[in-house]
């Protein structure tokens, strides 16, 4: 049986597969937390799932949106995973905007729950570089699902977006911290081409806001987010610590190279 976390990330694997088959790879790419735990070895599942998008009107992703969720055929590959229905979303509250399109849907588990999640496209732009690639096999062979491609934001984009959300939220999220923290031992990490995108003010509050999210929100808002076998290794105070010790490292890094050596004045 699966836990709560794993039946949301099976539908949004499976919504994934189904989106490729009706969207060109050059229309969309896969963001947030989803594509680090997809594609970046990270242990945090999400309960939202997030896409940037482009070329495809408001009223043509809604109905491709809406018909990948009354299909038949993902109905009947969730069910062998003991999510017995899907509630599509009521269009008539939904945000549905030339900016973004929300579509907040409804599990229903064969064990009586009622599991919420949300797939929200945004039309801001797509940044650079992302490339579709295939999901990590190790995400894959959990639920013995088939391998699947999918267009996804590159590390380097990736790690752009996690610093702007850390610098910009009004509230600040242990999550980005830690989808950081993640990325922090990438190549990409400590390549001034990565920073260079990243306004200074952006990452020196995203710097400041690393040491502003206490314990217990991290315990609450990430530790339960990851797998049981995990949560002790990664649950204590002093953990947290070191993550966020980490992520200051790699902001320090990312300043300095946004700033660039400087140069020598001979006297």
């Avoid at 049986?1 to 060109?24: C, D, G, N, P, Q």
């Avoid at 009354?70 to 229905?85: D, K, M, N, Q, Y």
């Avoid at 295939?134 to 013995?144: D, G, K, S």
């Avoid at 830690?178 to 306004?199: C, K, M, Q």
Wanted: no cysteine.
């Amino acid at each position: 049986m699966l836990s709560a976390l794993e039946a949301r990330e099976v539908f949004h694997l499976e919504f994934l597969r189904a989106f490729t088959r009706i969207a060109k790879p050059a229309e969309f790419a896969l963001k947030g937390g989803s594509n680090l735990r997809f594609f970046f070895g990270s242990l945090r599942y999400s309960e939202d799932m997030d896409l940037d998008l482009q070329g495809i009107p408001v009223h043509e992703l809604t109905e491709k949106v809406m018909k990948i969720l009354t299909s038949p055929a993902i109905a009947a590959v969730l069910r062998t995973f003991g999510i017995e229905r899907i509630a599509a979303p009521d269009l008539g509250t939904a945000k549905q905007t030339a900016t973004v399109q929300r579509f907040k849907v409804h599990l229903f588990t064969q064990a009586g729950l009622d599991l919420f999640t949300k797939v929200e496209f945004s039309r801001r732009g797509l940044d650079s570089p992302f490339r579709a690639e295939p999901v990590a096999p190790a995400v894959l062979a959990r639920y013995r699902l088939g391998p699947h491609i999918v267009p996804h934001y590159l590390a380097a984009a990736a790690l752009r977006q996690k610093v702007r959300a850390l610098a910009s939220r009004k509230q600040v999220e242990p999550r980005d911290i830690f989808d950081l923290y993640a990325l922090s031992t990438r190549p990409e990490a400590v390549d001034p081409g990565t920073w260079n995108h990243i306004e200074s003010a952006q990452l020196a509050e995203a710097r400041e806001r690393t040491f502003l999210v206490s314990y217990p929100d991290y315990r609450d808002k990430v530790v339960d987010f990851l797998p049981p076998e995990e949560q002790a290794a990664y649950g204590s105070e002093a953990v947290w610590d070191e993550i966020r010790l980490q992520v200051e490292g790699l902001l320090a890094g990312g300043i300095k190279a946004r700033s660039g050596p400087k140069r020598r004045i001979d006297s």
